[in-house]
T-cell receptor, first 114, second 110 residues
């Protein structure tokens, strides 16, 4: 089945220690998104790639970076995680970025910062 | 700014009860509207969507109608099941990427 895969499902890191979360897709979609979801809050878009074009949300901290080496993979790098970065990180894809386009989500990676 | 307001949860219902989860939005232009569902331990899944005024989205017995005059997209189901227990998110896209509400947790008890 075509899908969006996120690994690992749970990630523990130490305060200030860089961490990378990964996302892959078999849908061959052009657009990949990263969201941060804190407990009992709405998912918040951090950035997205349209093909190789990177689009950062204005309020995404510099601590968060992303890489998309090819169509299938996208990575979220947190350079120096703080306690406030503990959250669920959701990856999503869509075939286009037009209004009305459905986004397909992975299961998420829950990040714990010690 | 653009935002979605949906009813606070948690909502607890008995099996076969009628469900309504209210959702209103603030957006410029003519957004497309969505309901996503998140089952325990899983990612978000599209439940239904509507792309223009008066459209009705439906799936798995759930329905929602795009009401431009009231900027609403309320989710309804006539008879809920235990398997419907999940968190439901209202969302829209328009001039901005997908904007979500905070989610409403639904628990259905047998």
């Amino acid at each position: 089945d075509a899908m969006v895969i996120q690994n690992p499902r749970y990630q523990v890191t130490q305060f200030g220690k860089p961490v990378t979360l990964s996302c892959s897709q078999t849908l061959n979609h052009n657009v990949m998104y990263w969201y941060q979801q804190k407990s009992s809050q709405a998912p918040k878009l951090l950035f997205h790639y349209y093909d190789k074009d990177f689009n950062n949300e204005a309020d995404t901290p510099d601590n968060f970076q992303s890489r998309r080496p090819n169509t299938s993979f996208c990575f979220l790098d947190i350079r120096s995680p703080g306690l406030g970065d503990a959250a669920m990180y959701l990856c999503a894809t869509s075939s286009d970025a037009k209004a009305g386009e459905t986004q397909y989500f992975g299961p998420g990676t829950r990040l714990l910062v010690l | 700014g653009d935002s979605v307001t949906q009813m606070e949860g948690p909502v607890t219902l008995s099996e076969e009860a009628f469900l309504t989860i209210n959702c209103t939005y603030t957006a410029t232009g003519y957004p497309s509207l969505f309901w996503y569902v998140q089952y325990p331990g899983e990612g978000l899944q599209l439940l239904l969507k509507a792309t223009k005024a008066d459209d009705k989205g439906s799936n798995k017995g759930f329905e929602a109608t795009y009401r431009k005059e009231t900027t609403s997209f309320h989710l309804e189901k006539g008879s809920v099941q235990v398997s419907d227990s999940a968190v439901y998110f209202c969302a829209f896209t328009g001039n901005t990427p997908l904007v979500f509400g905070k989610g409403t947790r639904l628990s259905v008890i047998a």
